[in-house]
């Protein structure tokens, strides 16, 4: 199982990045998949999931309304649409695969995936 995060750079704050993920060894539709991120200093955290289907994808409360996840099973990957971004959004962002195609809010939220790749940096700065 692989998962390579990208799209991540330097945005000013209202701005926009779009994060692509690319996965092997598993199919995107058959598990459930998001996005943590870990800002400088602070504990890792589910940023959005596909938490059961395609319907109603996690987001935690800070993105809500800007940042929109999405999956594309014909080319196996992952977006992450980031809008209006904000300073506090600054953080490596890391794609996650949890070890089953259904799973909670709670445990997207707690970041405890079992599979993430290499990270992106996004830096929301002025």
Do not use: H
Not at 22 to 32: C, D, E, I, K, N
Not at 45 to 64: A, H, L, R, W
């Amino acid at each position: 199982v692989q998962l390579q995060a990208s799209g991540g750079g330097l945005a000013q704050p209202g701005g926009s990045l779009r994060l692509s993920c690319s996965v092997s060894g598993f199919t995107v539709g058959a598990y459930a998949v998001g996005w943590l991120r870990q800002a400088p200093g602070k504990a890792r955290e589910g940023v959005s999931c596909f938490t059961n289907g395609d319907d109603s994808p996690y987001y935690t409360d800070s993105v809500k309304g800007r940042f929109t996840i999405s999956r594309d099973r014909d080319k196996n990957m992952v977006y992450l649409q980031m809008n209006s971004l904000k300073p506090e959004d600054t953080a490596v962002y890391y794609c996650a695969r949890a070890p089953w195609p259904v799973i909670s809010g709670a445990l997207c939220k707690s970041g405890a995936m079992e599979y993430w790749g290499q990270g992106t940096q996004v830096t929301v700065s002025s």
